[in-house]
């Protein structure tokens, strides 16, 4: 069993920046990929980044691409979201999650898909005002 925390959301201006972190517990998950994926209040939960086990490939929902980084610090079982430039439509829970298998599919389409992460957080609220 892996246990999720995800910290660092809050209320920010519209152009600030927030950094998540997500603390994985229960056992190492330096073989798994991790995902970002958030949700809005009436809406369905969308995908915003994902990261291989050892980092060396990230993928990005597409309105997120270029504002947002995804890393790992595999020593820590951490997993990051640094968002830039926030907008009000990027205010949501935000949730990671851990992939179902290790070394699995380096597909982007494979990371955009909730079905393929068998461990998720509680998540985290980010507001972001006009």
């Known amino acids: 069993q892996v246990q999720l925390v995800e910290s660092g959301g809050g209320l920010v201006q519209a152009g600030g920046s927030l950094r998540l972190s997500c603390a994985a517990s229960?056992?190492?998950?330096?073989?798994?990929?991790m995902g970002w994926f958030r949700q809005a209040p009436g809406k369905e939960r969308e995908f915003v980044a994902a990261?291989?086990?050892?980092?060396?490939?990230?993928y990005y929902g597409d309105s997120v691409k270029g504002l947002f980084t995804i890393s790992r610090d595999n020593a820590k079982n951490t997993v990051y979201l640094q968002m830039n430039s926030l907008k009000p439509e990027d205010s949501a829970v935000y949730y990671c999650?851990?992939?179902?298998?290790?070394?699995?599919?380096?597909?982007?389409?494979?990371?955009?898909?909730?079905?393929?992460?068998?461990?998720w957080g509680q998540g985290t609220q980010v507001t972001v005002s006009s």
């Open positions: 999650a851990v992939d179902r298998a290790p070394f699995s599919s380096n597909s982007a389409s494979y990371y955009r898909q909730k079905v393929n992460y068998a461990y």
């Open positions: 990261i291989t086990w050892n980092g060396g490939l990230t």
């Open positions: 229960g056992r190492t998950v330096a073989q798994y990929a």
